[in-house]
């Protein structure tokens, strides 16, 4: 009877283990360029090795992805979720692709989160433009990133968000402005296309700013996004805004 009970407290015991580290918080990882970055763990455009990844008074930037960040954490502490910045300021989606496997395939994440694409159309606009923009081959490296994501976790939850840009600041006295508003808009076509082809939360990001800078005018067209590319602090809360709530439609996180 002794050995049978000792079995038996074992067997519990592991039981409760396995468990706990079953119930431990869903990962969220962010991945992009400067507008997900905002300088987390040291930035400079260091690769995420480099950076400070102990320290949490930076580990999230202070962009929209902290602010996400510091929704769910912060009203849902019983969930314990765990969220990782991995955004480098200047990052292209090849640039994506180097580090694809240290952070993203390495973290194992359950719910990952993409905006890339400003920084393509900015190195092809400052490039000696023998050739179009090659469209077709951004659309497939995309999908082939979200392939190998997807592989080591075919439960993955994704969220896509387009790129956008607006004639603010610097960038509306750009003599390109056009053309670099004609390959964004198209780049935000693909995005939500594979969105839907891989059952997606597509973010319209363009659309969202297009209609704050009509409808919400202020007296500096640097308001929401300060220099055509970047969002303001005004910028980043409503893009964290459209995050949750599309997730939250989507029960992404929370039951």
């Keep these: 009877m002794k050995k049978t009970g000792s079995f038996i407290t074992a067997s519990f015991i592991l039981m409760l283990i396995t468990f706990t580290l079953q119930a431990s918080g869903l990962k969220v990882l962010f991945i992009g360029d400067s507008i997900t970055d905002g300088n987390w763990g040291g930035g400079d455009g260091k690769p995420s090795s480099e950076r400070t990844l102990w320290d949490m008074n930076h580990i999230y930037g202070h962009g929209f992805m902290f602010l996400c960040a510091s929704h769910y954490m912060g009203n849902y502490p019983e969930y314990e979720y765990e969220f990782f910045n991995r955004g480098i300021s200047g990052n292209s989606l090849y640039d994506l692709e180097k580090r694809w496997q240290e952070d993203v395939l390495d973290i194992k994440p359950d719910i990952l989160s993409v905006l890339v694409g400003i920084n393509d159309v900015n190195r092809y606009q400052h490039g000696d433009k023998a050739s179009p923009f090659d469209f077709n081959a951004w659309d497939k490296k995309y999908r082939e990133l979200l392939d190998k994501a997807r592989q080591e976790n075919p439960d993955l939850k994704i ?30 076509t693909i995005v939500e296309k594979i969105a839907t082809d891989y059952d997606a939360i597509y973010l319209p990001y363009q659309q969202m700013f297009d ?45």
Aim: hydrophobic residues 35%.
């Design 159 to 188: 969220v896509l968000a387009s790129p956008f840009v607006a004639p603010t600041g610097k960038m509306g006295e750009n003599a390109d402005f056009e053309e670099y508003n004609r390959i964004v808009r198209h780049c935000t």
């Design 211 to 255: 209609k704050i800078l009509k409808t919400t005018p202020t007296t500096q067209n640097t308001y929401w996004i300060w220099d055509g590319i970047h969002p303001t602090a005004a910028g980043h809360q409503r893009m964290a805004d459209m995050w949750i709530k599309q997730a939250d439609e989507k029960k992404l996180l929370h039951p």
